[in-house]
């Protein structure tokens, strides 16, 4: 027997996300009460020029309290995240870095906190960038920063880059622009 959801009711609704009180029955027969965020899927990309920089964008974050150097990454439109996840990627890039990309594949994907959030984060390598800007969303105000990939990775590595999507997002792609495959 696993675990299981016996009850589900509605705490909260936000733009991307709602909050959920769940009573759920645990293997060994006890009931316990859980929070759950459901969360629309999103994407991260990773931008690489062809001159061997990587694109970041810095950002205010709310709940860092930060201004932080992240990969560009977004929700996906439509009900629900419905939007196709390589469209969704395509749109990201080109409104947060105003480059869109000739090769555009995914790398893999990963939960980003699901102990608590149904957020699932597709993860997306961009290459041959040309310039093709969208306009960005009103409540965004970013910077965009080009590292070439070995310093990427050093700020990676020692503990610089905080924001776990981009972390994990490098690790996806390390071996195909770090290791030259």
Do not use: W
Request: contains cysteine.
């Amino acid at each position: 027997m696993g675990t299981k959801i016996i009850g589900r009711e509605k705490k909260y609704g936000a733009h991307v996300f709602d909050v959920y009180a769940l009573k759920v029955e645990l293997p060994n027969g006890k009931v316990r009460s859980y929070d759950l965020v459901t969360h629309v899927p999103a994407v991260v990309i990773v931008p690489v020029t062809d001159d061997g920089r990587i694109l970041f964008v810095e950002q205010f974050r709310m709940g860092a309290g930060a201004t932080l150097l992240e990969l560009p990454a977004g929700v996906l439109n439509g009900d629900a995240g419905s939007e196709d996840a390589l469209e969704g990627a395509r749109r990201e890039c080109r409104e947060e870095t105003g480059y869109d990309a000739d090769s555009i594949e995914r790398i893999g994907g990963f939960y980003m906190t699901p102990g608590y959030c149904t957020e699932y984060i597709h993860v997306f390598l961009a290459r041959g960038l040309k310039k093709s800007p969208l306009p960005q969303d009103e409540d965004e105000f970013l910077k965009t920063i080009a590292l070439p990939i070995d310093e990427a990775y050093r700020r990676a590595e020692s503990g610089e880059m905080e924001d776990v999507k981009t972390i994990a997002a490098l690790m996806f792609a390390q071996r195909k622009i770090r290791d030259g495959k």
